[in-house]
């Protein structure tokens, strides 16, 4: 991957009813390019929205690709990757950190009806986790837009140590500190740290 490519990373911190969300463009080589937050509603159904609004508030037209962490931030406000994919007309890549016998249970134990069955259908239309081995560590990648080979790329190229990508890294770390910032109330003595 050439060093100024430009990969857009999602992650959020959850609050009691919101989540922040950070949108993080970072260069291949690690330089971090712009940030940009917004916020989705915890145990809610706007996290794809807010995803999109992310990348259109952004207005970055040389963003290659999005890696998101997961695909259920802010307590199962699950993500349609390909509504994703739809609006920002970019291959998008879910990476998810540990092995998971996966959300349809969880889902089934705290939501019913109509509900459960919005996040049932969001969820079950998702592609399946493959795994990614990156610096000796495993990640789980799903990916629409892109194959699986070079979904593994991606996340690789933007992997400079450890498992977690540099986009995603930075965007929650971001994420931490504005949530922490909005929950404080007031500016200045909150940080986060990676």
């Given at each position: ?18 989540s922040v969300l950070c949108g993080a463009l970072v ?113 789980f990648a799903r990916a629409v837009g892109v194959g ?5 790329r991606i996340v690789r190229a933007y992997t400079p ?34």
């Amino acid at each position: 991957m050439k060093p100024g490519a430009r990969t857009l990373g999602v992650a959020a911190s959850d609050g009691v009813d919101r989540s922040v969300l950070c949108g993080a463009l970072v260069r291949a080589d690690r330089v971090v390019d712009g940030l940009v937050f917004g916020a989705c509603t915890v145990g809610g159904t706007d996290a794809t929205d807010a995803v999109g609004d992310l990348f259109r508030d952004l207005d970055r037209e040389d963003v290659r690709h999005l890696l998101i962490a997961g695909v259920a931030p802010a307590w199962f406000n699950v993500v349609d990757l390909r509504e994703v994919r739809e609006a920002t007309g970019r291959p998008v890549v879910s990476v998810s950190f540990e092995p998971s016998p996966g959300l349809e249970s969880a889902l089934r134990e705290h939501f019913s009806g109509a509900d459960l069955d919005r996040r049932l259908a969001t969820y079950r239309s998702l592609p399946p986790r493959r795994r990614v081995e990156v610096n000796g560590e495993t990640v789980f990648a799903r990916a629409v837009g892109v194959g699986d080979g070079e979904a593994a790329r991606i996340v690789r190229a933007y992997t400079p140590e450890g498992g977690r990508p540099e986009p995603l890294r930075v965007a929650r770390m971001a994420a931490r500190a504005a949530r922490r910032w909005a929950d404080a109330g007031r500016p200045g003595d909150r940080r986060a740290d990676g």
